[in-house]
């Protein structure tokens, strides 16, 4: 099961993605911390999330792309989900036809067989908290 949600934020593509890109997920008002546990350079890092709910999860990054902005993260263990496996990958793109920096985000989830709608619903909500932090953060005002 997947769920999709995007949005367009006043900023350059760059910005967004420079964030991604270093596993900072600070301006998300959900996140109290986040910490790379596993050096590396890309591919194989483990991040944990720390969420102000004391969530914890742990995700393994399993793709990034550079040249696309895209970065894309397995959950590898979680103190609250109830799903078998679940992947994170958050695209950027830049808008081409602005007067001002803009791009659009597109984050895509996937789930396992075993997600319910309550889930589903949780990581749409989520998502969208999550853009209009993005807008807060890296948005022109």
Partial sequence: MRVTESCVISCAAADVYDSL????????????????VREGNGIGISVVLTFKDKTVQTFRAVGMDDFRRSVTLELVDSTATTVLSLIHCISVYPVTKSDTPTCFVEWETDFSFDAGQDVLQDSRYKKLEAFADMQRVFGKK
């Fill in 21 to 36: 890109s270093k596993f900072d997920f600070s301006f998300w008002s959900l996140v109290e911390s986040s910490a790379i």
